[in-house]
Structure formats: structure tokens, C-alpha cells
């Protein structure tokens, strides 16, 4: 899903841009570079520099580097997906190579992206440097997305977060938008950027999707995004809230009051955090316009207290519920009520329910006699067959594994 802030931001092709984006270049040597460093070199207000999709080694990388100490215009690194292949120990080394040029250069970066090099947290330690530097300090918008940072990467990016953004100058914090997704941050990593957001309060996107964040995780994440009043796109999906998580989520909602776009799919909030969700938005969050909230294992009677929320938000233009346990006739309850609401334009299909577990219930005792074995038994005694209940659920969505020992290969991307 593309961001409300990110999506307006195209690669131009204006002559303040050099781009050599998709080109599957391997580039080893300085030689092999020099196309590179002449463009660069060529464009008098390089303003974007763009290398995602080719590979560079580190003699490439610093004769790149060469050309860039000489840019201080540069405001947009686009440097997502340029390792594949590398070894785990050469990517810190042209990292460095290439931060290292743009601090000394005087740039003042708007955005920085490396998302989609599988560096983990020698990667990110790499980066430090930068990030702490003027240039660095500036910057608004940081995609660290499919990284295989783990925890510890995790906890390395949000203490240079912190002394960068931070410390030295809160009132002068930059960032504006972060997009960490399918890291595998767990709880200490999350717990680590929570305080880190707490501190920075300019957040107005955040995208930490697939990172395996329990309730303790989310609770912290929670209480940093209250002190983000202007954060408007919200993007916690495939992470394990429980109703712990979605109670503290619940709870900081009335603070959000400009959010607009939440996803919390696949996250086993639960009845009991949606309904403290359904509580908490019924008055607040007065602007939103999409949410996702499918595959939940949420009830008729929850979903409900949802969709009458929701359909207060005079902008609301989207509404994923699917993949939930309503049951035939659930669905049919809650079509009727966004109908009557007015907001069933809004409402997704429902295909993907997951069935009201009553109603399995009542299946696997219906012509048992009462038999509660799970075995139906038919009139010859000798022949039985399982039940439904006793076969294996379908595993979740997006529970695809990072590999973060894999030297420099690019993992898979959205």
C-alpha cells in the first residue's frame, strides 16, 4: 500500500536528477562505474541521485563517493536494492564510503533510502555516521524496509535516530516519515524506536509491518506515536497485538486526531481489542479515510461496534473487515448495517471470513448423539471419519522469513 506522503514523491527526470534506476548494472571497479560518476559529475544541481536496482561493489561505491564529496545540493539518496550478491562484509564498507562523501560534501538530505539490502545490523551501524552528521540530522523521510536488521539492528537505528534528530536540538527534529517494515525487530528493537518517537514528536507516517512485535512491543509503540499529534498514516500490520496490544493502541487514539490511514491486519487483536478500538474511535479520529483491520478473529457483535465508529468519519472510503469469524450470517448483518449506515461503498467483500466458530460448533455435533469426541460414526461402527475442527487451520498471510544471514542477497521485495 502506497503512503499519502510518499506516493506524491516520482523520480523526475528533470536535470537536477541522475538516475539509474532498474538497470542491472554489477559495478566492481572504479571503471565500471565511471558512467556513473560522469552523470553525476555532468549535473550541475543534483538534487536526486538514484541507484536502486543494480549492485556496487566497494571500489565502485567509493569512486561514486568520489564525485558525490563535490554535490552539496544532493536532498533525495535512492540506494534501495544495490547489494545484491555482496558480501556481508563488503556492504559496510561501501556504506561508509558512499555517508561518508555525502556528510562531508555539505549536503542537507530530505530523504534516505535503503530498503530491500539484506546488510543487518553491521548495515545500519554503517550508517551511523551519516545519520549523525549535518547531513544526516536534516533528514525527513528514512525507509529501512527489508533489511534483516533483527533487534539489534533495530536498537543501533533508533540510538542514532536519537543522538541525531534528538538530542542535540528537539525542537529542530526532521523526520517525518519512517518505514521499517519486515525486520524482524521483536520487542526490543520496537521497544528501542518507541522511545526514540516519544522523543522525536514530528512523526506523521509510520510503517513497521511484519517485524514479529508482541502486545509489550506494541504497548511501548503506542505510547511513542501519543506524542506524534501529527501522525497521519499508521501501518502495524502482521504483528501480534493480542488484546493487550489493542487496548494500549486503543487508548492513544485520541491523541492521533489528524490520523488517516491505520492498518492493523492480521494482528489477533481480538473481540476485546476491537472493541476497546471501537470505543476509543466512536468520538476521535475524526479524518480517517482507510482502515484495515481483516484477520483478526473478531466477532459479529465486535465488528459491528467497528463499523458504527467508522461510519461517523465523514472521509471514511475504505473499510477492510474480511478474513474475521462472522459467519454466513454475520456477513449478511453487517452488509445490511453499512447499508444502512451509508457507508457500504466503503465496505471490502468479506469472502475470506473465517466462519463463526458457534457454528462449527454446532456442525460437529449435529447426528452424534451427543457425542463429543469429534468422530462422526456412521451406521456401520467399524467406519468413522474427523471432524472438521480437527483439521489444520491455513497458515497466516505475509509469514515469509527473512535471512539475514545471507550475505548481501536482496530479500524479497513488496
Known sequence: MTSFITKRVEISSDESTVSFK?????????????????????????????LSGNTIGVDAARAIAGALKEKPTLKRALWSDVFTGRLRSEIPLALEALGDAVSSSGAVLEELDLSD???GPDGVRA??????????????VLKFHNNGLSSAGGQILAKALESSQCASCPERAALRVIVCGRNRLENAGAIALAETFEKLGTLE????YQNGITAPGISALAKGFGSNPSLRYLDLNDNTFTAQGGKAVAEVLPKLTVLEFINFDDCLIRDAGFDAMATALDEHCSRLREVHVAFNEVSTTSGMRLLRALA???SIDYMNINGNEFGEAGVDQLVELAESLGCSDALQSMSDDEGDPEDDEDDDNDGNGGDSSGLVTSPDSSKASLSASDCGSPSKPGDDELSSK??????DQD
Not at 562505474?33 to 536526486?48: F, H, Q, Y
Not at 550508517?127 to 525527513?140: D, E, M, P
Not at 507516517?205 to 513497521?208: A, F, K, P, T
Open 22 to 50: 532498474d538497470r542491472g548494472l554489477k559495478l566492481e571497479t572504479a571503471s565500471d562505474a565511471e558512467p556513473v560518476v560522469s552523470d553525476i559529475r555532468a549535473c550541475k544541481n543534483l538534487c536526486t541521485l538514484c
Open 127 to 140: 550508517c551511523t555516521g551519516l545519520l549523525a552528521s549535518g547531513a544526516g540530522r536534516s533528514i525527513q
Open 406 to 411: 545471507m550475505a548481501g542477497v536482496s530479500l
Open 205 to 208: 507516517e509510520v510503517s513497521l
Open 117 to 119: 539490502n539484506a546488510f
Open 312 to 314: 461517523k468519519k465523514p
